[in-house]
């Protein structure tokens, strides 16, 4: 069965920073894209990042580019999410999801809160 | 690229078919056919309902049915029930490899 398990979320001050994991099981992660979807409070969902199968390519939403980076080790089935610069609009449940086909996310996880105090 | 447009809500009775419309633009949702359809129940993670505008998800009743006209993509849900309460969200996977999602609607069953 596949499953993505979040973790790492918590209470930051503005400006720190946070890693986010995601374990994943069920699969061989090391054939899949992975992504990291948010939802902040009251709004809806938003894609932040992608990594490529192997790592060496990924993509970000204008909102993160250059505080926050994608990274996976497939031998440890472990996907990461580094946040840094962390601003009050960053707070949020943050998702991992595995894409499928490329164009959709057939998996998430069940999520990790970031709470961003100023 | 801006995000999708969905509207806010929309209600029904049980036994009722609801649409949820999904607006784009001709340079994405009104030419490639990459998009998904997804449900969030309160308190619980977002689930693959649709993708590709009309393909079901594996272990999703066929109440559940996606289509596209021009612009617009829309997700149906026929024969309403209590259950179906739950935030939906379209999405469209970009030619720069990012992805968009609408701005949800809420599903109310009255």
């Known amino acids: 069965e596949v499953q993505l398990v979040e973790s790492g979320g918590g209470l930051v001050q503005r400006g720190g920073s946070l890693r986010l994991s995601c374990a994943a099981s069920?699969?061989?992660?090391?054939?899949?894209?992975m992504s990291w979807v948010r939802r902040a409070p009251g709004k809806g969902l938003e894609w932040v990042s992608s990594s490529g199968a192997s790592g060496t390519t990924t993509f970000y939403a204008d909102s993160v580019k250059g505080r926050f980076t994608i990274s996976r080790d497939n031998s440890k089935n472990m996907v990461y999410l580094q946040m840094n610069s962390l601003s009050a609009e960053d707070t949020a449940v943050y998702y991992c999801?595995?894409?499928?086909?490329?164009?959709?996310?057939?998996?998430w996880g069940q999520g990790t809160l970031v709470t961003v105090s100023s | 690229q801006s995000a999708l447009t969905q509207p806010p809500s929309v209600s029904g009775s049980p036994g009722q078919s609801v649409t949820i419309s999904c607006t784009g633009t001709?340079?994405?949702?009104?030419?490639?056919?990459?998009v998904s359809w997804y449900r969030q129940p309160p308190g619980t993670a977002p689930k693959l309902l649709i993708f590709e505008v009309n393909n079901r998800a594996s272990g999703v009743p066929d109440r559940f049915s996606g289509s596209k006209s021009g612009n617009t993509a829309s997700l149906t849900i026929s024969g309403l029930q209590a259950e179906d309460e739950a935030d939906y969200y379209c999405?469209?996977?970009?030619?720069?490899?990012?992805?968009?999602f609408g701005g949800g609607t809420k599903v109310t069953v009255l």
């Open positions: 069920g699969f061989m992660l090391s054939s899949y894209t």
């Open positions: 001709s340079s994405d949702v009104g030419t490639y056919d990459r």
């Open positions: 999801a595995k894409r499928d086909g490329g164009t959709y996310f057939d998996r």
């Open positions: 999405s469209f996977y970009t030619n720069i490899n990012t992805f968009l």
